[in-house]
């Protein structure tokens, strides 16, 4: 059966799918990250492709598709800058060449997801969309007029590095001020947390135990059960979320916008219910309620399926014509 991979590079682990030409995975692999140094991620990489090519054989394999943060060189395959691997001008696709044998392509993690989500997902059949991804950052990518947009220099979609609190804002990964990741990821939503602990001496989430694993999960669970301390969180991490959200409305005006990620797929009861009432308060110069807010579908799967579907389209220079159809279309040989 014909499949290409897809490479999915997060911030703690690698993850490797071949993926069918109707977007679905047959087999995966999965490996943590030791180390961001770019061999070391390099090796990770190199072995869950190693082991979903065992697991499904090599000759039905089209191409290989990764999912990098950062901004890309699109003719190079360079990382340019990734402020949460703190990676400059680091030659992704070129080390990987050396040790995979496959037509090989390179796109920025969100970017792949959201390819993943407006195929199969969340956004088929939506020619404006937009995704939001949620988690340690925040990542997104737009389509508009079903193509997926990149903007100059491959930059178009970076919406968690728009500063939405510039004066009383945490400080970003990117060395900026208040920026929408800084303030909305499932990060600021610790950040936060942090922030109002003063407020709350007898918070529970306080006297927690190991302090070191505090997280965002603790955090939506607590809220969840009413905890003030975690509320209070939660609403200010809201605010910021809803704030970036309506920008992003403002910029693009989307049919559909999904949030992804771990945090972004929390309980719609909690959020994308909440979230909208927020963003239409905030909506001026659109109609509001012409954007819905959804969950997105795909979950963690959405990267790996949006790689895998950059190595069947060739890489970038199919994604400015109309993606509409393509998720059946034969796959493109591309040069190695």
């Known amino acids: 059966?014909?499949?290409?991979?897809?490479?999915?590079?997060?911030g703690s682990h690698t993850a490797a799918g071949a993926v069918t030409p109707d977007g679905a995975i047959i087999q995966q692999a999965e490996r943590d990250l030791v180390s961001l140094e770019p061999a070391a991620v390099v090796d990770e990489i190199e072995q869950v492709v190693q082991q979903v090519l065992a697991a499904t054989g090599e000759k039905d394999c089209t191409g290989i598709g990764v999912g990098s943060p950062g901004n890309i060189d699109e003719k190079t395959g360079t990382?340019?800058?990734?402020?949460?691997?703190?990676?400059?001008?680091?030659?992704?696709?070129?080390?990987l060449e050396k040790r995979i044998k496959h037509p090989l392509h390179i796109l920025n993690d969100a970017?792949?997801?959201?390819?993943?989500?407006?195929?199969?997902?969340s956004g088929k059949g939506v020619a404006e969309f937009a995704l939001i991804t949620i988690g340690t950052g925040i990542g997104g990518g737009f389509i508009s007029g079903n193509r997926l947009i990149l903007g100059e220099a491959m930059g178009a979609g970076e919406v968690g590095h728009h500063v939405i609190r510039p004066d009383t804002g945490f400080f970003c990964t990117c060395g900026k001020r208040g920026c929408f990741e800084a303030?909305?990821?499932?990060?600021?939503?610790?950040?936060h947390a942090l922030a109002t602990a003063p407020s709350f001496p007898r918070s529970t989430l306080l006297t927690r135990k190991p302090q070191d694993k505090w997280g965002s999960k603790m955090i939506r669970k607590a809220a969840a059960k009413g905890d003030d301390h975690a509320l209070a969180a939660w609403r200010n991490w809201l605010d910021d979320l809803a704030l970036g959200v309506s920008n992003i409305?403002?910029?693009?005006?989307?049919?559909?916008i999904a949030l992804g990620g771990g945090v972004g797929q929390a309980d719609p009861a909690m959020l994308s219910g909440p979230l909208t009432l927020k963003v239409d308060a905030l909506t001026?110069?659109?109609?509001?309620?012409?954007?819905?807010?959804v969950t997105a579908e795909l979950g963690n799967d959405a990267g790996v399926i949006g790689a895998a579907a950059?190595?069947?389209?060739?890489?970038?220079?199919?994604?400015?014509?109309p993606l509409n159809g393509v998720a059946t279309a034969p796959a493109v040989k591309a040069k190695s």
């Open 1 to 10: 059966m014909e499949f290409a991979i897809g490479i999915d590079l997060g």
């Open 79 to 95: 990382v340019n800058f990734s402020p949460n691997f703190q990676w400059v001008d680091v030659p992704l696709k070129a080390m």
């Open 111 to 121: 970017r792949c997801a959201t390819l993943g989500e407006y195929l199969y997902g």
């Open 183 to 191: 303030q909305a990821s499932g990060t600021a939503l610790l950040r």
């Open 249 to 256: 409305i403002s910029f693009t005006n989307p049919a559909v």
């Open 284 to 293: 001026t110069m659109i109609p509001k309620g012409i954007t819905r807010i």
């Open 310 to 321: 950059l190595a069947r389209l060739g890489g970038t220079r199919q994604l400015t014509k």
